[in-house]
């Protein structure tokens, strides 16, 4: 036993505050676009809003949790929004 | 064989009412004259741009659903591409899964135009 871990085991470490990690349990993602048998549609932006953030940019794939096709033709059809000026390319609080 | 487009155009602001629909008149007149089709069509009048388009805030929207001849769809395109009234136009092809959607969309549109009341009594006892 070195005296390294000698002293290692004696003096146990004491944090000022208990240390309490709360783990993010990860919620279940599920592919809103099939859930709801919705379309997406560069008619109804407000549906398609919810795929922006902030800024106006289009969310990836492991936040918005859409299947790689529907991911797609969300981002067409945000797209076309964009260019009938439905959706605004760049924004702030998009919210 | 026809195929089935639908089209979304912003007119300037500046016009007056009157000249927003001889604008859409015209186009209208123009796809009819040329063997096509209209299916449906939509005015959603001034809305807000998200961005300026032109230095302008605001645009009249149109949108028109319509059968037309493939081969001459670039020359609508055209079309739309010259009159300085449309600011901005967009043309899309619409495949069967589309149009099915499109008239799902025009019936929950006419059962929400025709029950105005049930719709907003749900929303009233909703966040009641």
């Given at each position: 036993m070195s005296l390294l871990d000698q002293n290692k085991k004696d003096t146990p470490i004491r944090y000022l505050t208990p240390l309490d990690i709360e783990v993010k349990k990860p919620r279940k993602k599920f592919d809103r676009i099939k859930r709801w048998g919705v379309r997406p549609d560069y008619?109804?932006?407000?549906?398609?809003?919810?795929?922006?953030?902030?800024?106006?940019?289009?969310?990836?794939?492991?936040?918005?949790?859409?299947?790689?096709?529907?991911?797609r033709r969300v981002a067409r059809e945000i797209k076309r929004a964009r260019h009938l000026a439905l959706l605004p390319f760049v924004t702030d609080l998009l919210k | 064989m026809k195929n089935q487009y639908e089209t979304v155009f912003i007119l300037t602001?500046?016009?007056?009412?009157?000249?927003?629909?001889?604008a859409v008149d015209r186009i209208r007149n123009y796809i009819l004259d040329n063997g096509?089709?209209?299916?449906?069509?939509?005015?959603?009048?001034?809305?807000?741009?998200?961005?300026?388009i032109q230095h302008k805030k605001n645009g009249f929207y149109h949108?028109?659903?319509f059968k037309y001849e493939p081969d001459k769809i670039d020359r609508f395109d055209l079309e739309l591409k010259r009159d300085e009234k449309v600011i901005r136009h967009l043309i899309v092809k619409l495949d069967k899964h589309a149009i099915a959607w499109?008239?799902?969309?025009?019936?929950?549109?006419?059962q929400k135009a025709e029950s105005p009341e049930g719709e907003k009594e749900e929303q009233k006892n909703e966040n009641a």
């Open positions: 008619k109804d932006p407000d549906f398609l809003m919810q795929f922006l953030n902030e800024q106006g940019k289009i969310l990836p794939r492991r936040i918005t949790g859409l299947s790689l096709k529907h991911q | 602001p500046v016009l007056s009412e009157s000249q927003v629909k001889e096509g089709e209209i299916v449906w069509e939509e005015d959603w009048g001034l809305k807000k741009l998200a961005y300026p949108l028109i659903e499109n008239e799902k969309r025009r019936k929950r549109m006419q």
